[in-house]
């Protein structure tokens, strides 16, 4: 059975760090596509970044680059996002997801393409 797991969400002042883990069980992360994706309260969920198998190409959407980190550590079956200049618009529930296809790199940011979903770690930054 798939699960994904995700920690490390929490609170933080604007400027500061956070970096959040997907654990990954049922199956080996590495043969997969693994986003992030994160939603706010009234918004839709929106995806974040995300890694091609193996780790050989990473994306993200404009308002993180440069600034979130996403990574894969195969041995240990896990999923990273490494947030740094946290702003308070990155507020949100952040989940991790995983599916076996590979939709383009536009197509990968649409939550409908995944199969497995995380239950979710809130991140709050504050100004």
């Known amino acids: 059975q798939v699960q994904l797991v995700e920690s490390g969400g929490g609170s933080v002042q604007a400027g500061g760090s956070l970096r959040l883990s997907c654990a990954a069980s049922?199956?080996?992360?590495?043969?997969?596509?693994m986003g992030w994706f994160r939603q706010a309260p009234g918004k839709e969920r929106e995806g974040v970044s995300v890694i091609r198998t193996g780790g050989t190409s990473t994306y993200y959407t404009d308002s993180v680059k440069g600034r979130f980190t996403i990574s894969q550590d195969n041995a240990k079956n896990t999923l990273y996002l490494q947030m740094n200049s946290l702003k308070p618009e990155d507020t949100a529930m952040y989940y991790c997801a995983a599916t076996g296809t590979w939709a383009g790199w536009t197509g990968m940011f649409d939550p409908v393409r995944y199969n497995y979903w995380g239950q979710g770690t809130q991140v709050t930054v504050s100004s």
């Open positions: 049922g199956y080996t992360a590495s043969t997969y596509y």
